[in-house]
């Protein structure tokens, strides 16, 4: 894992979602550019950190006034990819490694592109943000 240094509000925001959801966070990452924060927690306890019927997220965005994304770490590449474009169905990734700079290309179901996407390409920035912070990649591109 890299050296992530967060910061004194990653650390207030990971305390409350701790106190809400009662899930250990990975990660923290406040995207202000989306008005969002996006939270990493173990796969395994992505459906108490999201709450039955997603209570804990909007109990979470109601308090913080921001949209609240979680996401299932991984330290796979592929296994993050696909927890990142979910629910996009993933066919392939591939980590293009040239002249210092990491392009991932993601091909996803035809029919599941846009949702990959998202809406104004947010779920694009979100799987940027993470990919960059934990594996130094400068860009996704999804097929």
Request: glycine share 6%; proline share 3%; aromatic share 4%.
């Amino acid at each position: 894992m890299p050296d992530i240094k967060l910061t004194p509000e990653e650390m207030r925001y990971m305390s409350l979602f701790q106190d809400v959801t009662r899930v250990t966070v990975r990660d923290c990452v406040i995207d202000e550019e989306g008005n969002r924060i996006i939270f990493l927690v173990d796969p395994e306890n992505m459906g108490m950190a999201i709450g039955k019927g997603g209570s804990n997220i909007r109990k979470l965005k109601k308090i913080i006034g921001k949209d609240i994304e979680v996401v299932a770490y991984s330290e796979n590449l592929e296994d993050i990819i696909r927890n990142l474009m979910s629910p996009a169905r993933v066919r392939n990734v591939k980590l293009i490694d040239s002249n210092s700079k990491k392009t991932v290309h993601v091909t996803v179901d035809p029919q599941d592109k846009a949702i990959a996407i998202g809406k104004g390409g947010k779920n694009v920035m979100r799987a940027k943000i993470i990919l960059k912070r934990y594996m130094d990649i400068d860009s996704v591109i999804i097929n």
